[in-house]
C-alpha cells in the first residue's frame, strides 16, 4: 500500500523504506534523521514552540542543521511513496514533494520572523505532500 507507506515516513523518515523492504536505506534514513534531529534541536523546538515559547523555539534551534531537515524530509517521503508502487511516473510524482521541500526551506529560512515557526513549517511540508499523494494516486 502505497499511502502507508508514505505516511509511515511522514511519522519517521526511514520507516516508509522499511516498510517497503528496503531495509539498509530505511536504517539510513533514520540515522539521518536522528542525527539531523539532535544536532538541530528540533524536537525541542517544536514543544517550546506548540507550549507557546515561539522566540525560545527559535533561539534553541541550531539552524545550521535544521536548514537540512525540510527538504530530507520531504526526500524521505516522496522516497517511500515512489518505490511502494513499481513502475510509476518518477518526473511528474516528484513536482509536490520537492515544492514541499522548497517550501520547507523557505520558511525555516524565515522562522524567526514567523508567529509559530514549527507550525508552519509542518503546515508547508505536509499540505504539498498530501496533495501530491492524492493528486497523483493512480500514476
Given at each position: ?12 523518515p ?6 517497503n ?56 517521503v ?62
Amino acid at each position: 500500500m502505497r499511502n502507508m507507506a508514505a505516511l509511515f515516513s511522514i511519522l519517521m523518515p526511514g520507516f516508509g523504506q522499511i516498510y517497503n523492504g528496503q531495509f539498509l536505506k530505511g536504517v539510513f534514513f533514520i540515522i539521518v534523521e536522528h542525527f539531523d534531529n539532535v544536532f538541530g534541536n528540533i524536537n525541542n523546538a517544536i514543544h517550546l514552540d506548540f507550549n507557546g515559547f515561539h522566540q525560545q523555539a527559535v533561539d534553541a534551534t541550531n539552524f545550521q542543521f535544521m536548514l537540512f531537515y525540510p527538504g530530507f524530509y520531504a526526500y524521505a517521503v516522496w522516497d517511500a511513496w515512489y518505490y511502494a508502487k513499481p513502475n510509476a511516473d518518477k518526473s511528474k510524482t516528484a513536482i509536490p514533494f520537492v515544492i514541499a521541500g522548497f517550501l520547507g526551506e523557505l520558511s525555516a529560512i524565515y522562522a524567526p520572523k514567523l508567529a509559530i515557526p514549527t507550525l508552519t513549517v509542518g503546515l508547508l511540508l505536509i499540505i504539498p505532500i498530501l496533495c501530491g499523494m492524492i493528486i497523483f494516486r493512480k500514476q
